[in-house]
């Protein structure tokens, strides 16, 4: 059983935009709070932007004011627009939906239990 489908990945030359959407099924959506990870070949998964049920929203520094995470409850969906990509943003990202919110340094992946496919994000300069 599929609960979370991520879309909107691609290819893009650096100070592009792309936005990824995270369709969900109506029971993952009511966790406390989702997320957007990425995550590099040979690397640890990182957190890149979480957001509550209330709409409060956090993110990791390296993407502040250029990253917008973002839900509509009436699809439900989570989004995460990525304005002004630099190479190093390049990385697979995937949704997920759980309890870690707003939490000092994080969101953490150990907090999150449900996971998408994940879709690949490439920034060429």
């Known amino acids: 059983q599929v609960q979370l489908v991520e879309s909107g990945g691609g290819s893009v030359q650096a100070g592009g935009s792309l936005r990824l959407s995270c369709a969900a099924s109506e029971y993952v959506y009511r966790q406390p709070c989702m997320a957007w990870f990425r995550q590099v070949p040979g690397e640890e998964r990182e957190g890149v932007a979480v957001?509550?049920?209330?709409?409060?929203?956090d993110y990791q520094e390296s993407v502040k004011g250029r990253f917008t995470i973002s839900r509509d409850n009436a699809k439900p969906t989570l989004y995460l627009q990525m304005n002004s990509l630099k190479p190093e943003d390049t990385a697979m990202y995937s949704c997920a939906a759980g309890w870690g919110c707003m939490v000092t340094g994080g969101p953490y992946a150990t907090d999150f239990g449900y996971w998408g496919q994940g879709t690949q994000v490439t920034v060429s300069s």
């Open positions: 957001i509550d049920r209330t709409g409060s929203t």
